[in-house]
């Protein structure tokens, strides 16, 4: 159990605001990722990590870390030209000069698509090159019920014809090339199902994720089948992400699992009912104004995360244990008080840590993150914003 009072020894030369992983729980959480997927081969989500030194870190501790999924072509191209290898573009690019970029990098970079127009644009401009692009088919994973769209709006592919149908284009053009079909079942992948104080709501998130796990895997299963009857030859079936791996093992025709907030577990995926990770990564405000007894001001704080509007994302207050935001102020741009009336003696100057909703988010506050391990601080490493990476 992590004292308040360990992380502000480790804090004490650090100057604040700063971003840190401990690393001892980063690497409990890469044991129980491959423990999770049993023998599945797992692909990095790099929007979640946001750091060449910490990806490097996964990938280094075991091989079935096979690569990664970055998430702009620019992003994939930098990791190529880092020594990455075997990076598949989890989103599609329709941008001429980014294609170009992605087919002159220094190592293969596949890209996702999920309709001809889009393949059309890679045609074109892989032709003009005279190259060769790789391409995966990501195929949509939602599931409707009456009145409700479980799941998200990504790929206009959803049945085995559909995705034949473009494959059978992608063979009469000879600068593409299938690699492979991605599914991303995000009401299962990135949906908690234990959410604190919300027991109804929970408990209907799932039964609904049960069902859909039902027919998220007869989809894959028939379009995979579907590709392959038509002579495609699929290197690449990729599922999921960190909250849907238990379900992704059971699909024999998977050969991989996407995993990136695992590593840092930020505290949306504190309300996963099947799985729980360390919270590896975080942050550290400075108390710099105690206005009120009870109430401190930090400097800082304003890292909310991105999506639909919810108090769930914001960041929360680890350590002293129960530190609280004010309900009126929230974390602010550059100052968020909060109360405390717990046993820990504050002052200024000290620290308050705070872990954020989303995982890799965190990473564009930040230039460094501050390593510990063992209690102790070992070296501070480059975010991806450290490195002037920003991608948007
Ligand atoms: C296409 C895709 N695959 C996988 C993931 C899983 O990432 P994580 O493990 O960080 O939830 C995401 C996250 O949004 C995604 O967009």
């Given amino acids: 159990m992590i004292s308040y009072h360990t992380y502000k020894h480790l804090a004490k030369d650090i100057p604040m605001p700063f971003a840190f992983v401990n690393l001892d729980l980063f690497n409990k959480n890469i044991q129980s990722v491959l423990s999770r997927s049993e023998n599945l081969n797992i692909r990095i989500a790099s929007k979640s990590v946001r750091s060449v030194p910490m990806l490097q870190h996964i990938l280094s501790s075991n091989k079935r870390f096979i690569g990664i999924m970055a998430f702009h072509p620019l992003e994939a191209v930098a990791l190529a030209k880092e020594g990455f290898s075997d990076i598949l573009i989890g989103y599609p690019c329709v941008n001429e000069f980014y294609i170009k970029e992605i087919l002159h990098a220094a190592q293969p970079i596949v890209i996702m698509v999920d309709s001809i127009a889009q393949l059309q644009i890679i045609h074109q401009t892989a032709k003009k090159f005279n190259q060769i692009a790789d391409v995966c088919l990501d195929i949509d994973m939602s599931t409707d019920y009456p009145g409700l769209h479980f799941g998200v709006w990504r790929s206009s592919i959803s049945t085995a014809s559909q995705a ?229």
């Fill in 164 to 392: 034949v149908d473009i494959y059978r284009w992608i063979q009469q053009h000879e600068h593409i090339r299938l690699r492979g079909v991605m599914g991303y079942e995000a009401q299962i992948a990135g949906v908690g199902n234990k959410i604190k104080g919300q027991f109804l709501k929970s408990h209907i998130i799932s039964m609904l994720q049960n069902q859909s796990k039902k027919s998220v895997a007869k989809r894959r299963e028939s379009v995979v089948k579907g590709l392959q009857d038509a002579g495609a030859e699929l290197a690449i079936v990729n599922a999921g992400g960190t909250g849907s791996i238990e379900s992704s093992v059971l699909e024999p025709w998977v050969t991989e699992v996407t995993v990136g907030s695992a590593f840092y577990a930020p505290a949306l995926f504190d309300n996963y009912q099947h799985f729980r990770h360390e919270p590896a990564a975080g942050f550290a405000l400075e108390i710099t104004r105690i206005p009120h007894p009870g109430i401190y001001t930090c400097h800082g704080g304003g890292y909310i995360a991105s999506g639909q509007i919810d108090k769930l994302k914001q960041p929360i207050p680890f350590l002293p244990i129960g530190i609280q935001p004010t309900s009126n102020e929230g974390f602010g741009e550059v100052q968020t008080p909060l109360h405390y009336n717990g046993s820990e003696q504050l002052h200024i100057g000290d620290p308050i840590f705070f872990r954020h909703a989303k995982a890799g988010e965190l990473m564009e506050h930040f230039n460094q993150l501050y390593l510990f391990e063992q209690d102790q601080l070992i070296k501070a490493v480059a975010s991806y914003r450290g490195m002037g990476w920003s991608f948007g």
